[in-house]
């Protein structure tokens, strides 16, 4: 069974999903960027960059342990897209483009303001500075997030998530 497309449409105040059977390639905004699988409702769904442009997209400024200064990053809440898919679990394992895995509980996407990065400083991330997707905390707000834990669950080139 092919996994299914998702186009995201927002409703006042909440998310709804719209899923559509289809290939791959058909994506709303182009290509395929992320798959994720296992406990949501509807099977496995796979987001283009239009899809994931169209959950709203927040910003914030957070320093890193991987780049000079405080950029300003710029994507969409983590638990948003789950929640938008009928996610139901503890832990979400996400995966990276070099097959770099770790688990994250879901209680981080409630606690903080995760956001799938698609852009820093108003670039839109590519492969070589950790894109397309890079799932960033907002480690300057919150003391806790200057931990050793946290850092390993920063993603980047994220291509699939695992909802358990």
């Known amino acids: 069974m092919a996994p299914k497309l998702l186009h995201m449409r927002m409703i006042v105040p909440f998310l709804a999903a719209a899923l559509a059977v289809g290939q791959p390639q058909t994506a709303l905004g182009g290509p395929p960027l992320l798959t994720v699988t296992g406990s949501i409702h ?6 283009s960059r239009g899809d ?17 200064g405080t950029p300003n990053f710029s994507g969409f809440l983590m638990r948003e897209l789950l929640e938008a898919l009928g996610a ?46 890079w799932i960033v905390y907002p480690r300057d707000d919150h003391p806790q997030l200057q931990d050793i834990r946290y850092d390993t669950r920063w993603v980047w080139q994220l291509i699939a998530l695992h909802v358990q």
């Open 42 to 47: 509807g099977g496995d769904a796979v987001l």
């Open 52 to 68: 994931l442009k169209a959950l709203p997209q927040h910003r914030f400024a957070t320093s890193t342990t991987v780049t000079d």
């Open 88 to 133: 139901e679990g503890e832990t979400v394992v996400a995966v990276a483009a070099n097959d770099y895995r770790i688990e994250i509980p879901m209680a981080d996407f409630g606690d903080f303001d995760v956001i799938g990065a698609l852009s820093m400083d108003g670039v839109r991330l590519s492969p070589r500075d950790k894109g397309p997707i």
